[in-house]
Structures are given as C-alpha cells and as structure tokens.
C-alpha cells in the first residue's frame, strides 16, 4: 500500500514515498528531498553465506547522469565505473550502519541509492544516507535502528544546517554527522583549521537535528515497518570457547600479544591457531567455527589488557606515541618528497607539479565541482603487511584514504593566483601497522614543503582509538592506534589539523555510538598529539616551504591580458601561439578571463614568449622603442616586425643620420634591429626611425 510522509527539514522539505516502487525489495524508500529524488533500497539473501566470519554487506551509490540533464561523455553513452564522490559517498553510508546490524548475521545485505534528479541546494548525498537508513528500519532485515544523518556548514561563525550549494561554497566547515537515538556514530568533516571547541558544538548540534529526524523515521516504522525476520545465528559455540581456553591459557594468550613487532606477534599467534586446528581436527561442528574463536580470543584478551590493565600490547602508555621520523628529499629526480614514519607505519610522498591545465577534470553530478586542481592519491602494496598478491589498482579504502589526506591538506593551499600549479602528491605504503591515513598527512606536508609550495600552515594527522566496557562511563582512549589496537578496539577517530585547527576529521566505530565525554577527549587527545609532531618531530626537519622549486620542477609564470585580445595571440587557426611555442619551447595556457600561464624549464625561453604575447597586446603608440627582425626589404625602406602579425616600416630617409643610397647598404633580411615609433597613422600603419638622433630623444 503506498503511503507519504513529509517533514520540514532545514526549510526544505523531505518526503519519503513507502510502496511506490521496488515492491520486490526487503525495503524501498522513495526519498524525495526539494526537487532531489533517490530510490534507496535495502535487500538481504534467504540464507547466509558459507564459510565466511563476518558480516557481507554492500554498499552502493548510483550517480545517474540524467539526474543532472547530462548524458556521459567518451564513446561509452552510458555510466561507466563508480566516480570517486560515488565511492566516498557509499563509504559515509556504510560506516554509521554496519555496527547496527547483529554482530552474528551472515546473510548477505545490499543497500543500493540510485540518485535520479538532483536539485544542487538538496544534497542527494545526504538523502541517500537517510534513505538508507529509512528503507532498512522499515524492512524485514535484522537493524538495530534508526540512525540520522545531518550536514552542518560554518558561515561567518553561524551554523548552517544543510547548506545549499552557494553556502558550501564559502563556509569554512563541511561536517557530517550520523547518530542513533543517544549518540553520535558517525563524524565526516573538513574544516578550514576551524577551533576544536568550534566543531565540537557543531557535531552536537547535528546530533539535536538528527533527533529529529529520528522522530519522523519512528512514525515511517510504526506505519510501514515489516516484522524482523529470524536468521540462523554465526555465533562461536560457549563450549568451544571453554575448550580453547583450557589449551590456550590467559597468561599464554597475552604473552603472545603482548609485543611492539607486527611480525613477532603474528607468529605467535599462528602456533597458537596451528596447535589448536590440529586438536580440534577430528570435530567436525567445532571445526568451522576454530579461526572466528580464537579471533574472538584474542580480542578478549587485549581488550581486557587495555580496559583493565592499562597495558598496551606494544608496552606503551596509555597516552604516548610510537617513535616517529620525518625525512626529505629521498627521492632526487622528483619535485619534492618526505617520508613520515610512525612505529611500523611508514609513508614515502612524492609531489608533482604541473601547469594548471593538467588538472583533473570531473564530469560528474556536481555542476559547480568540474575540475580538481589538487589531487592525493594513496597506495596500499601488499608488502606493506608482508602480504603477497597481485596489484589490481586502488580498492574503496585506498579512494577513501586519499581522499581524507586530501581533504586535509587543501584549505592550508596557496590559491592559484599566488601559486598557478597543478599539484599530485601521492602517499606509497612503505609498511603499514595502523594511521597509514595520517601518516600520508604528514607525509605530504613535508613533500610539499620540499617542493617549494608555499602553504599556509603545516598539517599533521593522529588517530585515538577506544576501549569500552559495560557501562558509558567504563572507557579508555588510546592516543595513536596501531592496526591490533585498531582491529579489537571500538573507535578509530582520525583528526588531521595545523595548530590552528581542525582541518579533517574522519569516525569510524564498531559499537552503537559516542558519548559527548569520549568525543571531547579524543578530540583534545588528537590536539596534544598533533602538537608535538609538529613542533617535535616535523619542524626540526623542515620549518617552512622552501622559497625555490626544483630544478626539475616547471617553472610557470602569469600574466592577464584582455580577453578581446585573446584572439590575437592564439592567432588564425592557433598559428601565432603555435610558433611562440616552437620558438620558446614553452607551453602556454590561456583561460577566458585573461589569464596567461607560461610553462617552461627554461627562465629565459619563459620570459622570451612572455615578452612577444606582451608586445601582441600592447597597443603600439608613437615614442614606444622595440627590438624586431627585418623581414621585407622594399626601395623605399624596410619592414621591421614588431610582433607577430604586427610590422612596421622605416623610410629610407630614416635608416640612418647619414644620406643612404640603398637599404640593403643598411639593413638585411634577418636583420635584429632596434626602432622607434614615430606615428601610428589613421589607417593603423606603423612608421619606425632607426636613426640615432632620434633613439636618443
């Protein structure tokens, strides 16, 4: 049976149509946000997956060109691979709601949002997070729900709740923010170095909004919601626990996870796993279950290590950081390179320059958004872990890791009138053991750096992790996780900032959300770390950008010209920027507004073609003194050219001080000459002196 329901939501208004379409889903949702649409489903198998141990969700975010008037561009007329929003976008989804489905379900779920129209005040992001969350809550699907999801901006020190397209664009603050009915589970920002206090309030004004909304997902369920369905549990039997525990003691579990090196630890633990597969052998209903137990086991363990114990299994406290290194220039033939290093975890950052024109150009739904001037690309080798398989490109969480770095490092960016480049840095795993994210942070900064990019601010990034017990107040946060605390711990909670403010902050957790305690002391946590890598451990090595490019660098220089004139310097079918180009060997780019960006190696050859485009605009006056080749010769003078498609001519007469008989007795073709601008008549013809009497005026 179809149904509507409407609330107000930011001054728009938010409709969700339940039964209208996808009747054949577990839950559909019809989210209409403003003139916005997405269908967002949710569908589960009958049946669990075999031989897995954890839970199979998907996500999925379908950015359909005609919601924007668009059909694709390349041969292929239809939507290719995800686009990187779109990757970003289902990342956002997932994270608030895979800790809400039962920690034992195997079937295999799929949330599927296909954006349909897109009105740019209404974020179709944003409602295909709520519509995920409706269309689940109200299907069959086991969900400990609802969850909300609310956008906050940042304008002029006020807070703007679902900014619209124009107030993105000057707000110093794009916060994302999910919860459930008492807490927060989600935290997605950027922040032009906004003061940690500032984002603070901003999250929990999110968190009220989403109560809200909350409240309208209630009346949706109550209406519409169909009965949870039972499933067949993936639970570890109690009895295999007892077993494994008489074999494997406590004190013997915790002696093998209680070391600082990745490697040692997971030899450990593979004899352990060995000598209890083979003991377990001949129990064919224990059997399966045997890897997912001592999983469990040794989450136990270490959970209650920390909780308890306050031991860390690396023997940190509970607040200190793994030893830390930052170098530069490792790499000499780049334009700039740095590698950070953070206990096992370690990024080496090349950064590239290039002319504006190699920007990356998007074709996507955001009509305001079609080119990305700076771009961060982080790589995740299998070696990095002592792993072995095939590379086969960048997964989700390589896209989503490069883009938190990204997001990081851009509003500490010089604008591209002050620095007119492209720029590519990306961040390789050289060894990973937790915050390969962050480190790609500080890596970054220092390439940068080292490559002469004059940024406002140094950034660093750091992660806290999370411990929970019983009750809200049993917790404890760890500074600076590393992968076995991150794996068997509750939070991963990654701010990346200058010691201004926030400029990133990325949440992930495991349990049913945060208290505001816990968030404010990750919060502060992440500052007094980000502090000490700064002034500690990456300002001894480079205190600021250098005020050079490499010598392999390009070098670009701007100039703006009147765009009327434009056509004058790209000339007839492109034959005057073309032969500036084969003169100079530069590469010059030209946009509408006038801007001229020219691109070289070579500082002279640069100059060379900005002179010429120079004297192509320069309307030529009398008393204006030029340096041009004799091009035609003629009895009664010579034709000096002065720029391209612009010559002009000295008389006979004023060839030299001195009576001269024929021209050729004074000039060539080919000749480098110096003149004077005597008169530029009415028809535009150009009359030049050579003599020296009258350079001399």
């Not at 976008?89 to 295999?108: A, E, G, H, Q």
């Not at 009576?659 to 480098?672: L, M, T, Y």
Request: aromatic fraction near 6%.
């Amino acid at each position: 049976m179809f149904k509507s329901f409407s609330m107000d939501l930011a001054g728009r208004k938010l409709t969700v149509e339940v039964g209208r379409v996808a009747a054949q889903a577990n839950g559909a949702a019809f989210m209409h946000y403003g003139d916005t649409v997405v269908l967002s489903t949710a569908t589960a198998s009958s049946k669990p997956r075999e031989g897995i141990d954890f839970f199979p969700l998907s996500v999925e975010y379908e950015e359909k060109l005609y919601a924007v008037g668009k059909i694709p561009g390349g041969f292929n007329k239809r939507e290719g691979k995800a686009s990187e929003n779109a990757i970003l976008t289902s990342r956002v989804i997932d994270r608030p709601m895979r800790p809400l489905f039962p920690k034992d379900y195997r079937n295999d779920v799929t949330l599927d949002n296909v954006v349909m129209s897109v009105d740019p005040d209404c974020s179709p992001e944003l409602t295909a997070m709520l519509g995920s969350a409706i269309a689940t809550c109200i299907s069959d699907i086991p969900f400990d729900g609802p969850c909300a999801t609310t956008q906050v901006g940042l304008i002029d020190g006020e807070f703007v709740i679902n900014p619209t397209a124009d107030q993105k664009r000057v707000s110093d603050l794009a916060l994302t923010v999910a919860s459930t009915r008492e807490k927060v589970i989600m935290i997605e920002a950027g922040a032009n170095e906004v003061p940690e206090q500032k984002v603070l309030d901003a999250i929990f004004k999110a968190h009220e909004v989403n109560q809200e909304i909350i409240r309208f997902i209630d009346t949706i369920a109550a209406e519409c919601g169909k009965e949870k369905h039972t499933y067949e549990s993936c639970a570890v039997p109690e009895e295999l626990f007892a077993a494994i525990r008489e074999l494997v003691p406590p004190q013997e579990m915790e002696e093998a996870v209680f070391t600082d090196d990745k490697q040692t630890r997971d030899k450990n633990m593979n004899a352990i796993t060995a000598r209890l597969e083979e003991a377990f052998a001949e129990n064919e209903e224990w059997l399966p279950f045997v890897g997912d137990a001592i999983y469990q086991y040794e989450k136990k363990t270490v959970r209650k290590m920390i909780l308890k114990d306050h031991r860390r299994p690396d023997g940190r406290a509970i607040d200190q950081i793994r030893p830390l290194a930052a170098e530069i220039d490792l790499l000499p033939r780049v334009h700039g390179s740095g590698m950070f290093t953070r206990g096992q975890t370690q990024i080496l950052n090349a950064c590239t320059l290039a002319p504006l024109s190699e920007a990356q150009k998007i074709d996507g739904m955001d009509v305001n958004e079609t080119s990305k001037r700076y771009m961060h690309h982080y790589n995740f080798p299998s070696f990095s872990v002592g792993e072995t398989k095939p590379s086969r490109g960048p997964g989700r969480r390589e896209i989503g890791h490069g883009a938190l770095a990204e997001r990081a490092l851009v509003p500490v960016l010089p604008s591209e009138e002050e620095f007119p480049y492209a720029i590519r840095t990306v961040s390789e795993t050289m060894e990973s053991n937790g915050s390969t994210s962050q480190a790609s942070i500080c890596a970054s900064t220092l390439s940068l750096m080292a490559a002469g990019v004059p940024i406002k601010e140094m950034v660093a990034g750091i992660s806290c992790g999370l411990v929970t017990g019983d009750t809200d107040d049993d917790y404890i946060v760890l500074t600076d996780i590393q992968g076995l605390e991150d794996f068997f711990g509750d939070m991963d909670f990654k701010v990346g900032g200058t010691k201004n403010g926030i400029t990133a902050i990325q949440m992930d957790i495991k349990i049913h959300g945060l208290t505001r305690p816990i968030i404010e002391e990750a919060i502060a946590r992440t500052r007094q770390a980000r502090m000490y890598i700064l002034d500690e451990v990456m300002k001894p090595v480079i205190s600021e950008p250098r005020k050079h490019l490499s010598p392999y660098a390009p070098k670009i220089k701007q100039i703006s010209i009147d765009p009327q004139k434009i056509g004058d310097v790209v000339g007839k079918q492109g034959k005057v920027i073309n032969k500036i180009i084969e003169e100079t060997g530069v590469k010059i780019d030209i946009t509408d507004d006038g801007a001229v960006n020219v691109c070289g190696t070579d500082e002279a050859m640069i100059d060379r073609a900005i002179d010429i485009i120079t004297s192509i605009v320069t309307d030529i006056e009398a008393g204006m003194v030029f340096t041009g080749k004799v091009v035609r010769i003629m009895n009664f003078g010579a034709f000096v050219q002065l720029a391209p498609n612009k010559d002009g001519m000295v008389h006979i007469s004023k060839l030299s001080d001195k009576r001269v008989g024929k021209v050729e007795d004074v000039v060539n073709i080919g000749d480098e000459v110096t003149v004077k601008v005597t008169e530029v008549d009415k028809m535009g013809r150009i009359n030049l002196t050579m003599r020296p009497s009258d350079l001399a005026e």
